[in-house]
């Protein structure tokens, strides 16, 4: 029986990725890094495989991109406590007085890491969120493809999975042997 949020697998592996990168990046993902972590280590391990780690499709929501049924996976893992929702206060100075503001919350995780994805899937997962660690500026430079994929995407629209062709990558000794070669020939 097909439920509302998809099959069970696809759950289970997307439960598996958001555990693993909350406990990669602790206290430090609010929803919009959390769901551009998954985004971008599905679309990194389709580039490779072409085919998607969980399966889910992916929304081109106003800040990110976010996975189908998202607010009711987290609502289930929040409920389960394996995830908590956490809010995120900051000191700031206003008229020479230091106050505690609101920046919103983020997600912590204590539960043990689920063992649903293979070891090329979980590489994938690890690769994004070691190169992000919650620096979204820098998705524009580590994944501009995959960025300007999503963006691309109408708003409130299915993301669809495509294979980006691959750049030609050239060894610095060959290109310059035959660069020297055409310069004295």
């Given amino acids: 029986m097909i439920s509302i949020m998809g099959n069970l697998e696809n759950q289970q592996k ?17 929803r919009i890094a959390l769901c ?4 971008y280590s599905e679309m990194h391990y389709f580039q490779k495989t072409g085919k ?17 049924h998202f607010n009711e996976i987290m609502a289930t893992m929040v409920e389960s406590k394996e995830v908590r929702v ?10 020479g007085r230091q106050i505690m503001v609101l920046r919103g919350m983020v997600f912590e995780c204590d539960a043990p890491l689920v063992n649903a994805l293979s070891r ?10 070691s190169t992000l ?9 580590y994944f ?8 691309q995407a ?8 495509i294979a980006f062709p691959k750049r030609p990558h050239l060894k610095f000794k060959a290109w310059s042997r035959k660069i020297y070669r055409l310069m004295w020939q």
């Fill in 14 to 30: 997307l439960r598996a990725m958001i555990i693993f990168i909350l406990r990669k990046l602790p206290s430090k993902l609010n």
């Fill in 154 to 161: 109408g708003l409130f629209e299915v993301i669809p999975f």
């Fill in 36 to 39: 551009k972590n998954l985004y």
């Fill in 133 to 141: 660690q919650n620096e979204m500026n820098l998705e524009t430079r």
């Fill in 120 to 129: 090329e899937e979980l590489r994938a997962v690890r690769m994004v969120s």
């Fill in 52 to 68: 998607s780690i969980s399966g889910v499709d992916y929304l081109h929501i106003e800040g990110s991109p976010m996975p189908r």
């Fill in 86 to 95: 956490v809010p995120q206060v900051a000191p700031e100075v206003i008229e």
């Fill in 144 to 151: 501009p493809q995959y960025y300007q994929h999503y963006v």
